[in-house]
T-cell receptor, first 111, second 113 residues
Framework: DAGITQSPRHKVTETGTPVTLRCHQTENHRYMYWYRQDPGHGLRLIHYSYGVKDTDKGEVSDGYSVSRSKTEDFLLTLESATSSQTSVYFC??????????FGDGTRLSIL | DQQVKQNSPSLSVQEGRISILNCDYTNSMFDYFLWYKKYPAEGPTFLISISSIKDKNEDGRFTVFLNKSAKHLSLHIVPSQPGDSAVYFCAAGDTGTASKLTFGTGTRLQVTL
């Protein structure tokens, strides 16, 4: 989707290092979400934002933090990466009662 | 506790026939439901949705049916085409909670020639 950009698209890092993933939107949507996709689990919500500086936890938030200082940017940070956080991470955007639209994902490997 | 379940991990259908993908949910607060399609190395793409005030919604070859009493929804694709081969995710939400969605684990559809 041209309105959502995730960076980086791929990253390999080591256990214990900090990692930040970025989601950038050009659609001016109110809500932004971070999900992780793992085999057998589908998509699970990590954190979401309902406005600038307004964020809340999702289903699997432990080990992750987020920040939203501008409408268009939503950052996901792994303070000290662990191998269990190896996953594909998707950002999504949306508005009330509208379907969420997803970015193309970031494949993160933690060795 | 899996609130949205897709019990069939995979489904194979011949081109031109009907594909039926199923989804069950447990949370009675869910009041809108969506289907997403996902190709490898891409993000999920919205396909079709239905509100709990309806029991059917159609969009071209795609129809979603909702049975609230059974807490069950299904996606029908007629006729199935090879380009429909993808992973399909069912999702459910409560419009009162920041439009958050809960996803199923997905069903991989293979449409064969």
């Amino acid at each position: 989707d041209a309105g959502i950009t995730q960076s980086p698209r791929h990253k390999v890092t080591e256990t214990g290092t900090p990692v930040t993933l970025r989601c950038h939107q050009t659609e001016n949507h109110r809500y932004m979400y971070w999900y992780r996709q793992d085999p057998g689990h589908g998509l699970r919500l990590i954190h979401y934002s309902y406005g600038v500086k307004d964020t809340d936890k999702g289903e699997v938030s432990d080990g992750y933090s987020v920040s939203r200082s501008k409408t268009e940017d939503f950052l996901l940070t792994l303070e000290s990466a662990t191998s269990s956080q190896t996953s594909v991470y998707f950002c999504a955007i949306g508005d009330s009662n509208q379907p969420q639209h997803f970015g193309d994902g970031t494949r993160l490997s933690i060795l | 506790d899996q609130q949205v379940k897709q019990n069939s991990p995979s489904l194979s259908v011949q081109e031109g026939r009907i594909s039926i993908l199923n989804c069950d949910y447990t949370n009675s607060m869910f009041d809108y439901f969506l289907w997403y399609k996902k190709y490898p190395a891409e993000g999920p793409t919205f396909l079709i949705s239905i509100s709990s005030i309806k029991d059917k919604n159609e969009d071209g070859r795609f129809t979603v049916f909702l049975n609230k009493s059974a807490k069950h929804l299904s996606l029908h694709i007629v006729p199935s085409q090879p380009g429909d081969s993808a992973v399909y995710f069912c999702a459910a939400g409560d419009t009162g909670t920041a439009s958050k969605l809960t996803f199923g684990t997905g069903t991989r559809l293979q449409v064969t020639l």
